[in-house]
């Protein structure tokens, strides 16, 4: 898998918007950008993925750049909730591979 | 959306003794699964694959006679710890693919591991 970078920690008023960045500029075309969160003693949780375009669920919002090298995950409205390790994970499209993990961003949303 | 079950949640065991944890793809079938370990303060790192069927594949570094994996139906996957030491305590956390979904772009979907202290 691509590598990622991502900031170690972001602090977020709850009810902001939470805006998470992530570099993968090694990223290759048939490679998915892929997000994951875990809070706290328990196991990620599959949040939103996508390719090229802008991609949005009931979660989040996933924005990625036109060149691809880059994306930001967005939570809209942070709650207390939503404190957790952020995951930004390259994963190539064709086959059945794992996914590697990074550190991740550890957010912590404040009331 | 798929469900993943692990059990059990925690486990205490003494040293020397071995453990058999579970993982359950509830709602959909899966011919591969993947098992993680998470020690505290680091991220998760990939233990070994699981096969439907067949022989797992393990990582660089992992030993598979001491980590048993057995991937015996395509909805259940286990990993028995054999004689388990005080360094194999952590935090153990499956994953599934539904196999029912086209290839390549599914999520995995994880369970929700389980915390193993060895004493």
């Known amino acids: 898998d691509a590598k990622t970078t991502q900031p170690p920690s972001m602090d977020c008023a709850e009810g902001r918007a939470a805006n998470l960045p992530c570099n993968h500029s090694?990223?290759?075309?048939?490679?998915?950008v892929y997000w994951y969160r875990q809070i706290h003693s328990q196991g990620p949780q599959y949040i939103i993925h996508?390719?090229?375009n802008n991609e949005t669920n009931e979660m989040a919002s996933l924005i990625i750049t036109e060149d691809r090298k880059s994306s930001t995950l967005i939570l809209p409205h942070a709650t207390l909730r939503d404190t957790a390790v952020y995951y930004c994970?390259?994963?190539?499209?064709?086959?059945?591979?794992?996914?590697?993990f990074g550190k991740g961003t550890m957010l912590l949303v404040s009331p | 959306g798929a469900v993943v079950s692990q059990h059990p949640s925690r486990v205490i065991c003494k040293s020397g003794t071995s453990v058999k944890i579970e993982c359950r793809s509830l709602?959909?079938?899966?011919?591969?699964m993947f098992w993680y370990r998470q020690f505290p303060k680091q991220s998760l790192m990939l233990m070994a694959t699981?096969?439907?069927?067949?022989?797992?594949?393990?990582e660089q570094g992992v030993e598979k006679d001491k980590f048993l994996i057995n991937h015996a139906s395509l909805t259940l996957s286990t990993l028995t710890v054999t004689s388990a030491h005080p360094e194999d305590s952590s935090f153990y956390i499956c994953?599934?693919?539904?196999?029912?979904?086209?290839?390549?772009?599914?999520?995995?979907?994880f369970g929700n591991g389980t915390r193993l202290t060895v004493t």
């Open positions: 994953s599934a693919r539904d196999s029912g979904q086209g290839a390549g772009n599914s999520p995995l979907h």
């Open positions: 090694t990223i290759s075309g048939n490679e998915y």
């Open positions: 996508g390719l090229k």
């Open positions: 994970i390259v994963r190539p499209h064709s086959g059945y591979s794992t996914l590697t």
């Open positions: 709602d959909f079938q899966a011919t591969t």
């Open positions: 699981s096969n439907e069927g067949s022989k797992a594949t393990y």
